[in-house]
């Protein structure tokens, strides 16, 4: 069984900076990209940041673009998003989740999720 596992949210003032990490476990795997979604309140879960792990091709929401920087380790399947300049409209879930192959922006493509970890900004 595969486990991804992430750490690193918190609360942080508008203008902080978090870093998230997300770590494989349990069965080896091998994904084709990894990538970060969040569901912030009254919204439905969304893409945040992905990466391709053969070409280091990395794709952002606009919402985030200039922001936040998606990094990872394709050996180890693990993956980071550092957040600067966070807003209160980032407040929510992040989740990690991998991806064996397809569209980095279509999450009913994902084959394997973590549980989540909560980022609040506040204002």
């Known amino acids: 069984q595969v486990q991804l596992v992430e750490s690193g949210g918190g609360l942080v003032r508008a203008g902080g900076s978090l870093s998230l990490s997300c770590a494989a476990s349990?069965?080896?795997?091998?994904?084709?990209?990894m990538s970060w979604f969040r569901q912030t309140p009254g919204k439905e879960r969304e893409f945040v940041a992905g990466i391709i792990w053969d070409d280091g091709r990395t794709f952002y929401a606009d919402s985030v673009k200039g922001r936040f920087t998606i990094s990872g380790d394709s050996a180890k399947n693990t993956v980071y998003l550092q957040m600067n300049s966070l807003k209160p409209e980032d407040t929510g879930i992040y989740y990690c989740?991998?991806?064996?192959?397809?569209?980095?922006?279509?999450?009913?493509?994902?084959?394997?999720w973590g549980q989540g970890t909560q980022v609040t900004v506040s204002s």
């Open positions: 989740a991998a991806l064996r192959g397809g569209n980095v922006y279509y999450q009913n493509l994902y084959d394997y």
């Open positions: 349990g069965r080896t795997f091998s994904s084709a990209a």
